[in-house]
């Protein structure tokens, strides 16, 4: 694995204090502490239910935790930016399955802030390999094509300080893994940051990965 962080850390991107999260009666998660610093990979892991999807969404301003702070620096952000940016793709794909898949990320690009012109869609989506399916309506792709259009997002952001990622390598197949991989080692080694969850194990040529375990806490 590629070593992408150093001895000496700048400040952290995203930092969490004594977070804590509940499902009506049941603490998911409590008394979590961690810190995700740029150029650092990190693999939140835990069985089903344990609150990863929560804690991202957390992370990303969605949800809020029932204790405990949660802090985000984004400073210089990548180009020297002061405006450091959140990319966030969900589990869900969040797709407009009325429109074909090139106009699909214009809207998404352009909804977040990113390049939403026309050319660097098409550009992204041939990273994506998924040039080919530019002009097919959304609600014709299988799964694995859907996720790699909405992954498609990662090849228009240049300048994002901490990449949320749920599940991303979800219906991909080897090639697509390949891909993204890729995107985060270069996105990593310009700087950014990786806050992802993933069911399957990490491939062991791809970014180094800290591992951030939830455990279920007892009931509220």
């Not at 930016?81 to 969900?90: D, E, K, L, M, N």
């Not at 090849?155 to 697509?176: C, H, I, M, N, R």
């Amino acid at each position: 694995m590629h070593d992408t962080t150093s001895n000496l850390l700048p400040a952290p991107f995203v930092s969490a204090t004594g977070l804590a999260c509940r499902r009506g009666h049941q603490w998911l998660f409590r008394a979590l502490s961690f810190a995700v610093f740029p150029g650092q990979m990190m693999w939140l892991r835990g069985a089903n239910g344990s609150g990863k999807t929560t804690l991202l969404r957390v992370v990303v301003g969605l949800s809020q935790p029932d204790e405990g702070t949660l802090s985000r620096d984004m400073p210089d952000g990548l180009g020297g930016s002061r405006q450091g940016r959140t990319v966030y793709v969900g589990h869900l794909n969040a797709m407009k399955d009325d429109l074909t898949v090139c106009e699909s990320l214009q809207f998404m690009a352009g909804l977040h802030g990113q390049d939403s012109r026309r050319e660097a869609a098409l550009a992204a989506l041939q990273t994506l390999g998924m040039h080919h399916r530019r002009n097919a309506a959304v609600r014709t792709l299988s799964q694995g094509q859907r996720r790699r259009a909405a992954l498609a997002r990662l090849a228009l952001e240049k300048t994002a300080s901490l990449w949320v990622l749920d599940e991303p390598f979800d219906a991909l197949d080897a090639q697509g893994i390949e891909t993204i991989n890729g995107l985060m080692q270069a996105h990593l080694d310009r700087g950014g940051s990786v806050l992802l969850t993933s069911h399957l194990e990490l491939e062991a040529a791809g970014p180094e990965a800290h591992e951030l375990t939830l455990q279920q806490g007892p009931a509220a």
